[in-house]
């Protein structure tokens, strides 16, 4: 009985639900919050070392076995994303604590800051196509809400672009469900995988494969990111950080789940199609990142560049690329988190948006400021920090599978990283003071512990990657071996 | 509204005990034929959107004092409680039990833990559809 996979989309539903009655006392809201967020991490820390121990775990809801049931698998793969995504979420949403204006609050901030991450929990841990679908509406409803929430010009038309893309990719989602349904008969997702194995995957089931594709691509950001920038820098700090920490990177997962569990068979679309992909993202990413003068459109033309990266992994399609790219999604989680939350903060600092509007900010926030170069070197990869690891394997990967334009075209993205993200810095932290010390606006202590943990996680995580490599390279066999992830899953239904 | 609607008014006063009682039975029905908590809960919110049409907020509000949001955010909150009650016995996450039971007036009565489930999504959905319409009438 493996129950405990359920915890970690049950824990912030039920926590939403229960917010809801708080309403009136924020205080309160706050308590239950914390304590939901420490018990999520702590299940989730549980299941990583459960898989680590017993292998694969699933869970068949009430019972019913599958292919006919729904069911939640829990992988080191998706064990790795709800541990990273439960942590991150727990530092923006206590950074929000404290930097979330009261009118917002009122209008239940927080139950849906917990239903988008029990969608996106649930996104890591379904087994079956449909429940997917699913729980990427509960987290694109949340986020419609928060996107919105508040209101304001800007925000309001840059989230309906927001809304109206992504309902037309959830159709799309549909639709090729239906397709799939169609032509497979099944939608659990191991299930299909053994059935297009069997049939092969002929023109019709590559069509589908395309059509997710799109529907991912859409979702992460990958080449079709042109509603991302507007709608990541438009909300405030800790929402735009939940979105860009944990949405964009279920689109990563799903992509992965998909295109090496059931439609690997096909080296046009893998190496051709999606290599084309990513790299153009990258170019397109580093175009924006170095273009424009708002921090938070270089931050958003960031998580493009990322996106690029990961999926750079999976065209080059070898178990050393997979690792990288795991490597890199744990790193690009925190690491988007962080980005986010200083950025809105230097935005509530000092009221402006544009490079060439601030300076000097190093005087008046020297935390802040340090922590925004500790920010840009692990977005840049530099070795001790979180970023290194993720790169280096996705290199060892695309020289081994022979992709040295895919690897020249990552490791180039990096020194644009760098440089777009000193531009923030140079221009923002050096140089003459615009604010005086007696003018300038306070930026208290418990503000900064969330970041400063961020910060720790970003050395952390380069520091530790030792410690990780066991389970990291676990999901990455499971990829490479996708007869791994089936025999946990129908192995004894079928026997 | 000063229009004259009295033939409306007086004939909603007797479709709306016809509509909530034929959102019961579907709800009920649904356990082994068409219905259910989503369509009951569907039906039985026109019931409460009719009387809103007809009668204006505040009267209705006085008949019926609840916050829908709170309903919605409750029956939403029984669904997964009573999927969590399996789990609490050991069994996996949202399995349902039924059995058959002698009740007083009834007769032998099939009782189903699924029905609490229902009722949640009944719940749920009255709750939402009812907050929908009301914000909606609100900005006009």
């Known amino acids: 009985m493996n129950n405990i996979l359920v915890l970690p989309m049950l824990i912030p539903l039920l926590t939403g639900f229960v917010l809801f009655f708080l309403r009136p006392s924020i205080r309160a809201q706050k308590i239950v919050s914390i304590l939901s967020l420490l018990s999520l991490v702590a299940v989730s820390t549980n299941i990583l070392f459960r898989i680590r121990e017993d292998g694969i775990i699933r869970l068949d809801f009430g019972g019913w076995q599958p292919p006919f049931g729904i069911l939640f698998v829990g992988d080191s793969f998706s064990a790795l994303m709800v541990l990273t995504a439960s942590v991150v979420s727990t530092l923006i949403i206590t950074y929000a604590f404290t930097a979330t204006e009261r009118r917002m609050e009122n209008m239940f901030f927080y139950p849906f800051a917990f239903f988008l991450v029990a969608g996106v929990n649930g996104s890591f841990l379904t087994g079956d196509m449909f429940n997917l679908f699913v729980c990427f509406e509960v987290m694109l409803l949340a986020s419609y809400v928060l996107i919105t929430l508040g209101g304001g010009k800007v925000r309001l038309a840059e989230s309906m672009k927001y809304v109206a893309i992504n309902v037309v990719a959830s159709w799309f989602f549909l639709v090729a469900l239906a397709f799939l349904y169609g032509t497979v008969g099944t939608l659990n997702m191991a299930h299909v995988s053994v059935r297009v194995a069997e049939a092969g995957q002929g023109p019709l089931l590559s069509a589908i494969a395309i059509v997710f594709l799109v529907v991912f691509a859409l979702k992460a950001g990958l080449f079709l990111y042109f509603w991302l920038p507007g709608s990541y820098s438009s909300p405030p700090g800790p929402i735009a950080a939940l979105m860009a920490a944990l949405l964009t990177k279920v689109g990563v997962y799903a992509m992965f789940r998909t295109f090496t569990l059931m439609f690997y068979h096909d080296d046009f679309i893998l190496g051709t199609i999606i290599g084309t992909m990513a790299v153009l993202t990258i170019i397109g990413g580093c175009l924006g990142a170095v273009a424009y003068t708002d921090i938070r459109q270089i931050a958003s033309y960031n998580v493009i560049i990322a996106v690029g990266f990961m999926i750079l992994g999976l065209a080059v399609f070898n178990e050393q690329a997979f690792k990288g790219s795991v490597f890199y999604l744990i790193h690009d989680m925190v690491i988007k988190g962080i980005l986010f939350l200083i950025v809105g903060a230097m935005v509530y600092l000092t009221g402006k948006t544009k490079i060439t509007e601030m300076s000097g900010l190093i005087r008046n926030y020297p935390a802040l400021g340090w922590l925004l170069f500790l920010t840009t070197l692990g977005l840049a990869g530099i070795p001790p920090l979180s970023g290194f690891i993720g790169k280096m394997y996705v290199g060892l990967g695309a020289v081994e599978g022979g992709d040295y334009f895919l690897l020249f075209v990552g490791f180039a993205s990096s020194l644009v990283v760098l440089y777009s993200m000193l531009r923030i810095f140079m221009n923002c932290f050096w140089g003459e003071t615009i604010i005086n010390r007696e003018d300038q606006r306070l930026l208290p202590t418990r503000r900064l512990i969330p970041i400063a943990l961020l910060g720790v996680l970003v050395v952390a995580i380069g520091v530790g990657a030792q410690a990780l490599e066991p389970f990291v390279s676990d999901a990455a066999r499971v990829m490479a071996n996708p007869e791994l992830y089936i025999d946990a899953v129908l192995g004894e239904v079928e026997s | ?140």
């Not at chain 2, 909603?12 to 509509?19: K, L, S, Y």
């Not at chain 2, 219905?35 to 009387?51: I, K, N, Y």
């Not at chain 2, 949202?94 to 699924?114: H, K, N, R, S």
């Open chain 2, 1 to 140: 509204m000063k229009e004259n609607d009295v033939i409306l008014r007086t004939v909603t006063r007797v479709v709306v005990f016809i509509i909530l009682t034929f959102g019961v039975e579907l709800f009920l029905s649904g356990h082994h034929n068409p219905g259910g908590g989503f369509v009951g809960g569907l039906v039985l919110s026109s019931a409460l959107v009719l009387l809103y049409v007809v009668f204006d907020i505040e009267t209705v509000h006085q008949g019926v004092p609840f916050d829908f949001r709170k309903i919605a955010a409750f029956g939403a909150m029984v669904s997964l409680l009573s999927g969590t009650g399996a789990a609490v016995l050991g069994k996996p996450f949202l399995t349902q039990g039924f059995g058959y039971f002698d009740l007083p007036i009834f007769g032998l009565t099939e009782l189903a833990t699924v029905t609490i489930f229902e009722a949640g999504v009944a719940l749920t959905v009255i709750g939402t559809v009812v907050t929908i319409i009301l914000s909606i009438s609100k900005d006009v």
